[in-house]
T-cell receptor
Framework: DAGVIQSPRHEVTEMGQEVTLRCKPI?????LFWYRQTMMRGLELLIY????????DSGMPEDRFSAKMPNASFSTLKIQPSEPRDSAVYFC???????????FGSGTRLTVV | GIQVEQSPPDLILQEGANSTLRCNFSDSVNNLQWFHQNPWGQLINLFYIPSGTKQNGRLSATTVATERYSLLYISSSQTTDSGVYFCAVRGSNYKLTFGKGTLLTVNP
């Protein structure tokens, strides 16, 4: 298995632009998570899905952030409009139920200038 | 929510030395994982260990769930072991809560 695949690996954008981050979970996994890592706050959960349905989005910082999972093999995290404080590494992870560990993708390093 | 504390926050070793990293958590957990974040930022899963002891080469981990702690042992450390080691736990929901990590530097 190729693992969790995220794209792009790096993204540099100007303030105010829309940014879309993409994730392909491991085939067969039914949970998908979006995390954000910053120096100040560490790794924090933004949102997670179970069977493509958003279950808990309480970690989404504000309305500028949205996430979708249109099917079992694809999810997006969108920021519109982006701000410099959104600069961080965004990780996607997936898991099979609650009995096994989570596998993380390689992350997307977002820089908003 | 569950609190996760890791110690020490920083650790500097000479190549070949052994080390023990500790993770304390505030409530019962259904899942505990140790991750290594390498210098390229990748989060590598080391162990899924909600209880008991596991070993993988020079690394081993022990979780004592009843006492709410886990230990990660690194033996004969190598420079490639450098990076940040995270402990993450999951309680009754599916949220994996991370500690702040231990920054390990292994010098040649």
């Amino acid at each position: 298995d190729a693992g969790v695949i995220q794209s792009p690996r790096h993204e540099v954008t100007e303030m105010g632009q829309e940014v879309t981050l993409r994730c392909k979970p491991i085939s067969g996994h039914d949970y998908l998570f979006w995390y954000r890592q910053t120096m100040m706050r560490g790794l924090e959960l933004l949102i997670y899905f179970n069977n493509n349905v958003p279950i808990d989005d309480s970690g989404m910082p504000e309305d500028r952030f949205s996430a979708k999972m249109p099917n079992a093999s694809f999810s997006t995290l969108k920021i519109q409009p982006s701000e410099p404080r959104d600069s961080a590494v965004y990780f996607c992870a997936s898991s099979l139920g609650s009995w096994w560990g989570y596998t993380f993708g390689s992350g997307t390093r977002l820089t908003v200038v | 929510g569950i609190q996760v504390e890791q110690s020490p926050p920083d650790l500097i070793l000479q190549e070949g030395a052994n080390s023990t990293l500790r993770c304390n958590f505030s409530d019962s957990v259904n899942n505990l994982q140790w991750f290594h974040q390498n210098p390229w930022g990748q989060l590598i899963n080391l162990f899924y260990i909600p209880s008991g002891t596991k070993q993988n080469g020079r690394l081993s981990a022990t979780t004592v769930a009843t006492e709410r702690y886990s230990l990660l042992y690194i033996s004969s450390s190598q420079t490639t072991d450098s990076g940040v080691y995270f402990c993450a736990v999951r309680g009754s929901n599916y949220k994996l809560t991370f500690g702040k990590g231990t920054l390990l530097t292994v010098n040649p």
